[in-house]
């Protein structure tokens, strides 16, 4: 008795996609390269993106540092600073934290000092 023939397999589409062991020796070290560059890449745009979010956008921008200075006694009764960086009259707050706060959804306010009994 002779078995039944089994009819002949038709031939799979050659897909080009072949890694030889020597191959994957090769691809995976500079896959891991690839990935650890990108990731350092990524990593370093990320950090130049937070300029973009400087609280100070235009305020003496030429000076390393903005510091202002005032004496107690010559704050008077009582005296509003800026905290939000928008004012025209910066240090002092002319209510532009409204318009700031209305835009972005952001809570900032001014800081007030005042004489206890004022
Ligand atoms: S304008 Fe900046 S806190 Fe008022």
Known sequence: MTAPSI???PA?????????????LVALPVAV?????GFLVSHYLKGRGCKKSQVN????????????SFDM???????VYCRCWKSKKFPYCD???AKHNEETGDNV???I??????
């Open 7 to 9: 009819p002949a397999m």
């Open 95 to 97: 209510g532009a934290h």
């Open 33 to 37: 390269v690839a990935a650890a560059g």
């Open 57 to 68: 956008t235009c305020i003496s921008k030429d000076s390393p540092k903005v510091v202002h």
């Open 73 to 79: 006694e010559d704050i008077g009764t009582k005296a």
């Open 12 to 24: 799979l589409p050659y897909s080009g996609l072949r890694l030889s062991k020597e191959h994957l």
């Open 109 to 111: 306010g001014p800081l």
């Open 113 to 118: 000092i005042k004489k206890r009994d004022a």
